[in-house]
């Protein structure tokens, strides 16, 4: 499985931005993907995850700081998620990467997934 995440880049405060990630290859092995950030001296935390398979299709999942701003959404048949952010806040600012994860991952650490992108920059200027 490879997933490329796109979509990062500067924005005020206040302003939105959208990030995607797409997943090639064994894709059928994808049962949760999400996404995480981490930002310069901080580990890499959980933003939001959904999950893509299973009888829990869909059901989604939100880091406190971002629930109510953010939106993460998926299109099964382009093997693709995204992430819609609102109203950014500076504490935003990090590297965001994509994950999947062949299972149905119920904590909140990185361990659940297999599979990551590369990661994709969100700066927030005030």
């Known amino acids: 499985v490879q997933l490329q995440a796109s979509g990062g880049g500067s924005v005020q405060a206040g302003g939105s931005l959208r990030l995607s990630c797409v997943a090639s290859?064994?894709?059928?092995?994808?049962?949760?993907m999400g996404w995480y950030r981490q930002a310069p001296g901080k580990q890499r935390d959980l933003v939001a995850t959904i999950t893509t398979a299973g009888p829990s299709e869909g059901r989604t999942k939100y880091a406190d700081p971002v629930k109510g701003r953010f939106i993460i959404d998926r299109d099964s048949a382009k093997n693709t998620i995204s992430l819609q952010m609102n109203s950014l806040k500076s504490e935003d600012a990090a590297v965001y990467y994509c994950a999947a994860s062949q299972h149905w991952p119920t904590g909140r650490g990185t361990e659940g997934y297999e599979y990551w992108g590369q990661g994709t920059l969100v700066t927030v200027s005030s």
């Open positions: 290859g064994s894709t059928y092995l994808i049962n949760a």
